[in-house]
């Protein structure tokens, strides 16, 4: 059988779906850490095998979180090589079945076919091999372990041996006849019944004791009736006095009480605190009178302390809704100030530029600034650089000149008088264009620059010769002017706005005395707030002094009052002495004071209408404490009578209790049955125990003769390849003691003679061979190895794992393990390893 996958659904701490893919041919590594669910796989796979182990969902272990079921799922390839799917769920109650194709088997919780003929304890014991399994040979003897592993198939420590042991033990402790002591259970039996029938013997005799002292108790119990009855008549007699002698004596006290205070009806009127009322007044008067004087002389002091305002201060909080406006017309006047300084210095600086460019265009004597008009000018020197190039460039002049070339040249070639002539015309085409030409330029653009140039004081030269830099000097000449004209308009707006200013100004202040800027004005406002600040607080406390002491008063008058009226009710009843009437008044208090405790005492105790009638039909000489005397005597008598009796009443039932303590006859008859019976029981259980042993000790003879031999062999063979053929053998001797033969031939004990590591080796090794024996020509189940080659060295741990990389291509092998260190060791000895990580 090997397993192909695992899927768990619903297990432990898998509450969602996992699927394990394992390798049939290969060994089979799941690693995962501490606390990931390697414990929680190997379950579900024994699980999956044998069924689950509680069919209670509610108790199982590994019920997931939810708390709903338990759904695992498992495809494996049997021993004939087909796929095979089994399911299990555990809810309510269990469902698992096996598919085979299309074909589906209910097997209910039993095991897998393939695994009937292993137990699931023996396989959770043999085929899963854990560390502590490991670590058990740490504590024990090979000796202990060896018939467990051998003979029990590694199902518990109990063996065969053991067993046989137990029963001879069991059988010594019911009888052994070799012994002289009488511990042995038959033995104890037949004392006990020889006791109990001596115990039978004595019972038998106290009865007769035991009669007649019970008749004295009859007579003992008939007479302490009667003194219980003479008692109960003395009781009620007692009762009788004492309900009656309290309240006559306290009724006795009340009349002797009023009888010792004179007029005592006129006294009862007061009210019982009158006195406490006239201490009360006495001590108020005083406390207002003292108050009074103390809030007078506290309201006169916080008067004095009022602050009075000045002038100034008045007129500060006059203008204290106005602060922000003043303020910012002391800013506005300051700014304007800043403002026409900067301007002045803005023309200041631009003046020197003027006067830097005058000193280029204008004549040296001039000392003012020029206006002229600068776009005129402008228009005039561009017009005039174009009629310059017009008269140069025009057609008409090339005209002219031509013509009179020509003209000039036939005079000069014609020697005659028409060659005069026509040197006459050219003449006088020359002179009349002369003139015509200078008539012209009076009137022409350069000419009319230069006059606009001389009449603005130009230098001679410039004026004459004005070329485009001259215009640019002049043009920043313009702008510097324009610039100078414009801030002195500024300035003149500001002068005129902070006129205006300093007029609202001097208005604000002038209603001061000393006030004369906003400074001053914030600090006197400032002094004036604190004083009017304090001098509110002081007003609301002198307002509400003036009420306390306008309160005492009245209070003080109303005690007054009311002492004038105690006073007078206090003489009234000393006939005009105070003193006298006071005294009367304590006496009356402390009498009263008594009476209403015996009335209070009356009242809580007695229903007085009642009591009033009862009094008058008693004979009063019998309601007396000399006469409750005698009772309480007669009663005390009794009573010791009654003592004696009972005591010897409680002495006798003592002695009778004493003499039949123990069991009773029919109780003693019953103990000597059932041990007889016991003993009966005890020596057939003596004769069964006898023959089992004999029969476990054959049955065990012949189990190591059949399975011991074919185990050792096989535990052999794999403890020689784990230790690379140092050991040969693995014996078991007549001592019943395990040794192993090394390949020198030696022997040597597997207790004391090898270490720890060879103790794991061995013990691996007994495990593998019980698994081969156990499955033999059945179902090859899977071996589990849980973390057990944690501790192992290399030495030992390479042929280990060469060993079950070959048991793996028979048997499927699946290995935990949580520590990442084992995996390299695993790889390199390993090399087909299948990987799975969770």
């Avoid at 306008?550 to 009843?573: A, F, H, V």
């Avoid at 006859?665 to 007889?676: F, S, W």
């Amino acid at each position: 059988m090997k397993i192909n996958e695992i899927t768990l659904f619903e297990y432990g701490k898998f509450d969602n779906k996992k699927v394990i893919k394992l390798s049939e041919n290969r060994p089979n590594l799941i690693y995962g850490k501490n606390e990931t669910g390697k414990t929680t796989i190997v379950s579900a796979v024994i699980e999956l095998i044998f069924g689950f182990e509680r069919s209670n969902k509610d108790k199982h272990r590994y019920l997931p979180w939810n708390g709903e079921r338990l759904n695992i799922a498992m495809s494996y390839l049997n021993g004939i090589g087909k796929m095979l799917n089994v399911k299990r769920l555990l809810s309510n109650n269990i469902k698992s079945m096996i598919e085979d194709g299309l074909e589906v088997t209910n097997i209910n919780n039993k095991a897998l076919p393939e695994a009937e003929n292993i137990s699931r304890n023996i396989y959770s014991n043999v085929y899963k091999i854990t560390s502590e399994q490991l670590k058990e040979i740490e504590t024990k003897s090979f000796s202990e372990l060896q018939d467990k592993l051998v003979l029990n198939y590694g199902n518990s420590n109990i063996s065969p041996k053991t067993v046989i042991q137990q029963l001879d033990e069991d059988i010594k402790n019911i009888y052994n006849a070799r012994s002289r002591g009488n511990k042995q259970t038959i033995n104890q039996l037949n004392n006990e019944i020889k006791e109990l029938k001596k115990e039978k013997k004595d019972k038998v005799n106290l009865y007769h004791e035991v009669r007649v002292m019970s008749e004295d108790i009859q007579k003992l119990e008939k007479e302490l009736v009667e003194v219980d009855q003479k008692i109960i008549g003395k009781v009620n007699l007692k009762n009788q006095i004492n309900r009656y002698l309290r309240p006559i004596e306290l009724i006795n006290k009340i009349e002797n009480l009023k009888a010792n205070v004179e007029n005592y009806e006129h006294y009862e009127r007061l009210d019982r605190d009158v006195l406490v009322q006239y201490q009360t007044v006495k001590k108020s008067l005083s406390s207002y009178k003292e108050s009074l004087n103390e809030k007078e002389s506290k309201l006169s002091l916080k008067e004095n302390k009022l602050e009075t305002l000045s002038y100034d201060e008045k007129v500060a909080l006059n203008y204290q809704k106005h602060i922000d406006d003043i303020e910012k017309l002391d800013e506005s006047v300051n700014k304007a100030k800043n403002d026409i300084e900067k301007i002045d210095e803005y023309i200041e600086m631009n003046g020197k530029k003027l006067i830097n460019e005058s000193g280029y265009l204008f004549k040296e004597n001039i000392n003012k600034v020029v206006n002229f008009d600068f776009k005129m000018i402008q228009t005039l020197f561009y017009k005039s650089k174009e009629e310059e190039s017009n008269k140069s460039r025009g057609p008409l002049v090339i005209i002219k000149t031509l013509v009179i070339l020509g003209l000039l040249g036939v005079g000069i070639f014609t020697q005659n008088i028409f060659g005069t002539a026509v040197l006459a015309i050219t003449l006088l085409i020359v002179i009349f264009d002369y003139f015509d030409r200078r008539e012209k330029s009076k009137n022409s653009s350069l000419e009319l620059l230069k006059k606009e140039l001389k009449s603005i004081d130009i230098l001679f030269e410039i004026a004459n010769n004005f070329t485009e830099i001259n215009l640019k000097n002049l043009e920043s000449y313009a702008a510097i002017k324009k610039l100078i004209d414009e801030l002195i308009s500024k300035k003149q707006e500001l002068e005129e706005n902070e006129l205006k200013l300093l007029q609202d100004y001097d208005e604000v202040f002038s209603k001061f005395d000393d006030v004369t800027n906003v400074k001053i004005f914030i600090q006197v406002l400032n002094e004036a707030i604190t004083k009017s600040r304090l001098n509110s607080e002081l007003m609301n406390n002198i307002t509400q002094e003036k009420k306390e002491v306008s309160e005492l008063r009245i209070k003080l008058e109303q005690m007054e009052n009311k002492n004038g009226l105690l006073e007078n009710t206090i003489n009234k009843l000393g006939n005009g002495n105070f003193e006298i009437g006071y005294s009367n008044i304590e006496k009356y208090l402390v009498v009263r004071e008594r009476i209403i405790h015996y009335e209070s005492e009356l009242a809580e105790n007695f229903n007085m209408n009642q009591l009033k009638d009862e009094i008058e039909g008693l004979d009063q000489s019998m309601i007396s404490k000399d006469y409750l005397i005698i009772v309480e005597n007669d009663i005390e008598s009794l009573q010791i009578m009654k003592t004696e009796k009972a005591k010897r009443n409680i002495q006798l039932k003592t002695e009778i209790e004493h003499k039949i303590t123990g069991d009773t006859l029919d109780i003693i008859d019953g103990k000597i049955e059932y041990k007889n019976q016991e003993l009966k029981e005890y020596a057939d259980k003596y004769d069964i125990l006898s023959i089992l042993q004999q029969v476990i000790t054959r049955a065990d003879e012949k189990y190591r003769e059949k399975n011991q031999p074919d185990v050792l062999k096989l535990t052999s063979n794999y403890f020689a390849e784990m230790t690379n053929g140092r050991y040969t053998h693995v014996l078991i001797e007549e001592d019943e003691k395990m040794y192993l033969k090394d390949k020198n031939g030696e022997i040597i004990s597997a207790d004391s003679e090898i270490s720890a590591g060879t103790k794991n080796q061995l013990y691996l090794s007994f495990r593998l061979a019980l698994i081969k024996y156990l499955d033999q020509d059945k179902e090859k189940l899977p071996i589990i190895l849980d973390e057990a080659f944690s501790n192992w060295d290399a030495e030992r741990l390479q042929p280990t794992l060469k060993l079950i990389n070959n048991i793996s291509k028979e048997r499927q092998v699946i290995i935990f393990t949580c520590k990442e260190h084992n995996i390299k060791y695993l790889e390199t000895y390993l090399p087909d390893l299948e990987k799975i990580i969770i």
